[in-house]
């Protein structure tokens, strides 16, 4: 008869407690590295993190005159913040739009304050298109108060009827904040990528100085990088500013120089709350447009020692030079920053110069010590 051989075990008692330990080691070992292969090679979890390409565009306008107009595109979303600087540039700005507004629609508009250099190219002349007529728009957040009475903003009240009748809807900064009327305070562009419009306390009370009616916003993206509008809003506004958005405001990726770097904007307040990585300037460098005094041309030497702190990262779009005579040239030119995966990219359509490497700020402004120092 068949008998069945007996299995030797080998009793536990015998292995020693370190034998013992070495083996739950390896077991623990490998089983950590089983679950951070899954979830790092295998299992994709569901992310907020954008799925198109965010870019944010500064532009040139044709002219030697100062004015504002920024292009913020994400997958099939684009916003225009403002459309200086003179009802002349609008076909130079829509020469640029056309690249990349490929469906002829707006999805949002912001026109920060009432001044020519901020919104010409909404409020053209009634035989001449604006940028309310060429392209549908579909929300338009505009100021809450002005002193204007210019015919540029009569022309700009007139446009933004037209667009009304045609389905735009318009909101002013304080509705936004409020979330009254089908305003929002925060609208989604994309997955992970956000519109923020944010509070200061102009939206709340009047003054007498037209630029800190500006309507301030950021651009989010996957809720860790930031990128600040600020419109022409001075640095009383910009104290509010600060005081108002302690938990919205961020260290920025990127900060639009308020009032094209004027020595009454960028506050050392505001800065120290943001901490700029890149700063874009609207302007024509160096232009009399304003004033004769060459160090209160902008950027100003006062703007530039108050950033520099933070950064070397400041590109101009253009430099004037020869405002009597309308002569002008790129100095970056069109402005373009790219942001994905985490990274910025600046690329420029004339050159990818830094402000302090230009031969204008050589001859025309002093070296921040800090800029001298170490390479930011």
């Known amino acids: 008869m068949y008998k069945r051989r007996r299995r030797k075990v080998i009793p536990t008692k015998n292995l020693s407690p370190a034998l013992i330990l070495v083996f739950l080691f390896v077991i623990v070992l490998v089983g950590g590295f089983a ?195 600020t419109g022409d809003l001075e640095s009383g506004g910009e104290s509010s500013l600060v005081d108002l958005n302690q938990d919205s405001l961020h260290q920025v990726e990127l900060y639009k120089a308020g009032h094209h770097g004027s020595n009454t904007s960028s506050s050392s307040k505001l800065l120290s709350k943001i901490r700029p990585k890149h700063v874009c300037v609207c302007c024509c460098a160096g232009s009399s447009q304003y004033t004769d005094n060459t160090e209160n041309q902008f950027p100003t030497q006062e703007f530039i020692n108050r950033v520099a702190p933070y950064t070397d990262q400041v590109y101009v779009t253009t430099l004037c030079t020869n405002f009597d005579a309308g002569i002008f040239e790129s100095m970056n030119g069109n402005i373009v920053l790219y942001c994905k995966d985490e990274k910025t990219t600046v690329n420029c359509s004339n050159n990818n110069l830094i402000l302090k490497n230009t031969a204008w700020f050589k001859s025309n402004r002093t070296m921040p010590s800090v800029w001298l120092a170490s390479s930011i």
């Open 35 to 229: 679950i951070y292969y899954y979830f790092n090679y295998i299992y994709k979890a569901p992310s907020n993190r954008v799925s198109q390409d965010l870019s944010i565009h500064f532009l040139e306008l044709g002219n030697q005159y100062t004015g504002d107009c920024s292009l913020i595109k994400v997958g099939n979303t684009e916003v225009l913040i403002d459309a200086g600087s003179k009802s002349s540039s609008v076909s130079t700005i829509k020469s640029y739009l056309d690249q990349y507004v490929t469906d002829g629609t707006l999805e949002y508009v912001i026109a920060t304050h009432a001044h020519e250099d901020h919104i010409a190219g909404f409020g053209t002349a009634k035989n001449v298109d604006s940028l309310l007529d060429l392209y549908q728009v579909g929300t338009l957040i505009q100021f809450v108060h002005t002193n204007s009475n210019s015919v540029v903003y009569q022309n700009y009240c007139r446009e933004v009827e037209e667009a009304k009748s045609r389905g735009t809807m318009v909101y002013n900064a304080l509705q936004c904040i409020n979330a009254t009327d089908g305003a929002q305070k925060i609208y989604e562009l994309d997955k992970g990528v956000k519109l923020e419009i944010l509070d200061q306390k102009y939206y709340h009370e009047t003054t007498s100085n037209e630029n800190n009616n500006s309507v301030c916003c950021q651009i989010i993206q996957n809720n860790e990088r930031y990128y600040l509008f």
